[in-house]
């Protein structure tokens, strides 16, 4: 897990942190590689198997490295990451990256009109919470959890995006991974997220 087995390139002494780094390839390409480390935790009145876990950390893995690696204008994106699954929280360390599936009835992911949202974490936090509801959605899982690394890893919605090149590339973006909709299926980044991970996780 040291560096992601990379520690020519990655540093990243306790494994527990988002690290990006950017070289250049044998052909002078950029090449971006974004490391993370996470655990799964079910924090819910649900129950599930080993198995049904495994499914679930290894569906939102792979999701992460389809959304967010690949090849781009300028730069090729490499993403590694590992979820490992845990049974109890005293298993995490303070800076942990967590993904928690929890009760419908959330305070996190309660809205005013009593509704709730499918996942909520905040923007360079540590700590995303999953609706239990959408376990059973596969696809609605991995999007979700994906959308949620994107805050964790510096990303806002499109409407929200502080940072002006990333909104003006994704506002009208409607297969953007950080678009905010109950029916929105889309998961793909533009290159300035990219930039803006690595400018936030230096």
């Given at each position: 897990m040291y560096?992601?087995?990379?520690p020519v390139?990655?540093?990243?002494?306790d494994?527990r942190?988002?690290?990006?780094?950017?070289?250049?390839?044998?052909?002078g390409?950029?090449?971006?590689?974004?490391?993370?480390t996470a655990?799964?935790?079910n924090?819910?009145?649900?129950?599930?198997s080993?198995?049904?876990?495994n499914?679930?950390?290894?569906?939102?893995?792979?999701q992460?490295?389809?959304?967010f690696?690949g090849?781009?204008?300028n730069?090729?994106?490499?993403v590694?990451?590992?979820?490992e699954n845990i049974d109890?929280?005293?298993?995490?360390?303070?800076?942990?990256?967590?993904?928690?599936?929890v009760?419908?009835?959330n305070?996190?992911?309660?809205?005013?009109d009593g509704s709730?949202?499918?996942g909520?974490s905040n923007?360079?936090?540590?700590?995303?919470?999953?609706?239990?509801?959408?376990?059973d959605?596969e696809?609605?899982?991995?999007?979700t959890?994906?959308?949620e690394?994107g805050?964790?890893?510096?990303l806002e919605?499109?409407?929200n995006?502080?940072?002006?090149a990333v909104?003006?590339?994704v506002l009208?973006?409607?297969?953007?991974?950080?678009r905010?909709?109950?029916?929105?299926?889309?998961?793909?980044?533009v290159?300035?997220?990219i930039?803006?991970?690595e400018?936030?996780?230096?």
């Amino acid at each position: 897990m040291y560096c992601a087995g990379n520690p020519v390139i990655l540093i990243d002494p306790d494994g527990r942190k988002i690290v990006v780094t950017r070289i250049k390839n044998d052909n002078g390409k950029d090449v971006v590689k974004i490391s993370v480390t996470a655990k799964l935790y079910n924090g819910s009145s649900s129950n599930y198997s080993k198995d049904e876990m495994n499914n679930m950390s290894s569906g939102i893995s792979n999701q992460i490295k389809e959304s967010f690696g690949g090849e781009y204008k300028n730069c090729e994106v490499q993403v590694k990451i590992n979820i490992e699954n845990i049974d109890n929280l005293s298993e995490t360390r303070g800076d942990d990256h967590l993904f928690m599936i929890v009760d419908a009835d959330n305070s996190d992911l309660k809205n005013k009109d009593g509704s709730s949202n499918a996942g909520a974490s905040n923007v360079g936090g540590q700590v995303a919470k999953l609706n239990t509801t959408i376990t059973d959605d596969e696809n609605q899982l991995k999007r979700t959890a994906t959308h949620e690394f994107g805050h964790m890893a510096g990303l806002e919605h499109p409407e929200n995006e502080s940072n002006a090149a990333v909104k003006k590339a994704v506002l009208n973006d409607k297969t953007n991974i950080m678009r905010q909709s109950k029916t929105s299926s889309g998961t793909t980044v533009v290159e300035q997220q990219i930039n803006k991970i690595e400018n936030e996780n230096k």
